[in-house]
């Protein structure tokens, strides 16, 4: 796909997706087969593809939440400094909880949240990332679930933007800059 200044190199197919998605799920379902409710919390706004995705696989009895934090805005480069801009309508105390991020990178966006989710005593948590580029990471974070290890390029497409575009692209692409 052709941008203004860059252009988006296929990465992970859609059914490559799809595929790998189904397999979590079955993680997913045998870690909590015994739950009488999991709430699964997606971040905003990037997991929203494959939290939509992930859920229709899970045999479970589910409620979906959702959390926001900051962002790059529109920069490629973490912040680093997290804040949270939308919390939880629900309690998650004693419950069990799945946290469903997009991608880890340096990793002080799901270190936060962990920390945050941690002290509200929930049951059981575990925490799926769709993509992680362990090159990039700056804190150590506990990702029990990973769907693809990738190398250190700037991702787009199945809920992942730059500058808010190409969340809509049904795979994921790398965005290569064009020479000016
Ligand atoms: P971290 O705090 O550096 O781990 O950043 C995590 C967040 O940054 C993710 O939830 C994404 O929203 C965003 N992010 C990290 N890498 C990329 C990328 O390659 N493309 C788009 N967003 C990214
Ligand atoms: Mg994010």
Redesign the pocket.
């Known amino acids: 796909m052709q941008h203004d200044n860059y252009v988006v190199d296929d990465m992970i197919s859609a059914k490559a997706i799809a595929a790998r998605v189904e397999a979590m799920a079955l993680e997913i379902n045998d870690y909590f087969a015994d739950t009488n409710q999991l709430i699964v919390i997606g ?1 905003l706004r ?1 997991s929203f593809m494959f939290i939509s995705d992930l859920v229709r696989e899970l045999k479970l009895p589910v409620e979906v939440d959702f959390l926001e934090t900051s ?2 805005g529109d920069s ?1 480069e ?1 912040s ?1 400094e ?1 804040r949270i801009l939308k919390d939880l309508r629900g309690e998650i105390e004693n419950r069990d909880i799945l946290v469903v ?10 270190n936060h949240v962990i920390r945050l989710l941690e002290s509200r005593k929930p049951a059981r948590m575990m925490v799926c990332a769709l993509l992680d ?1 362990p090159e ?1 990471r700056e804190v150590d974070v506990r990702a029990d679930l990973v769907g693809f290890e990738i190398e250190d ?4 497409g199945y809920g ?3 500058a808010q575009r190409n969340r809509n692209l049904p795979y994921i692409g790398a965005v290569r800059f064009l020479d000016e």
Request: net charge neutral; aromatic share 12%.
């Open positions: 971040l990037g962002s790059y490629m973490s680093r997290v991020e997009d991608i880890v990178d340096t990793g002080h966006t799901l580029k990039r390029k700037f991702v787009v992942i933007d730059y």
